[in-house]
């Protein structure tokens, strides 16, 4: 990981983002055993995507978790999330991003990015888009049950940055949030063909 003196603002973050990939898109990827923090994850990582596009994923199956800052700010944690550093699926991003002209790489929203990373984790979008909200519904892989009472998280992105997160019971109340399951001892709680359920822990993609 490249040293930060300082922390990044969401606009610098992303700048550094797009810079990363457009040297992707130059040939510049694989290792990088210059790096001083190298292997940051595991030996012979793919260092390629230094910095992920798909940030902030908000895909519990990537290792990735929502969690507070020192600063107070809710931010997603990928400190286990070696998956964006493996060979084969680091080519599969450069491939499946590298079909777009880089002005609309420039433009496009965190939707674009995480529906490409739903179509390679998946085969296929798995978000659902109601007028209130965006439902992630990154549970229909695992073993669930349902419960007569439940909640979810509702979370506010803008700009590739989480500046809301909140506990709802009811879908109705969401303000244009993105919809994620309550993550909590190895469970997830969430929204499953529009009935609360607790499901468990199962890394599928892994
Ligand atoms: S959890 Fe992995 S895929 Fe998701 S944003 Fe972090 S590094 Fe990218």
Known sequence: MEEM???????????RTLKDLFSVFEGIYGPSFECRYYPCHFS?????????????????????????SSDGNFVWSCVNCW????????????????????QRI???DWFFFNEI????????????????????????DKVCEEIDDGEVLAVKV????????????????????????V????????VRDESFVVCYEDRLVY
Do not use: W
């Not at 003196?5 to 700048?15: I, S």
């Not at 992920?52 to 990735?64: E, H, R, S, V």
């Open 5 to 15: 003196k300082d922390t990044p603002t969401p606009t610098k973050l992303r700048e």
């Open 183 to 190: 993550k909590s001892k190895g469970r997830y709680y969430g």
């Open 117 to 140: 990373l739903q179509e390679l984790l998946f085969g296929d979008v798995v978000g659902i888009r109601d007028e209130n909200y965006y439902l992630l519904d990154i549970l229909s």
């Open 83 to 102: 998956k964006i550093h493996e060979k084969d699926f680091s080519e599969n991003v450069m491939v499946a991003l590298s079909r777009y002209p880089r």
């Open 106 to 108: 420039v433009e496009e």
């Open 44 to 68: 012979g990582q793919d260092c390629s995507f230094c910095y992920c596009p798909f940030y902030p994923c908000l895909i519990y199956d990537m290792g990735g978790e929502i969690k507070v």
């Open 158 to 181: 803008d700009n590739f940055s989480i500046t809301s997160v909140r506990k709802i019971k009811d879908l109705k109340s969401a303000e244009n949030e993105i919809i994620i399951p």
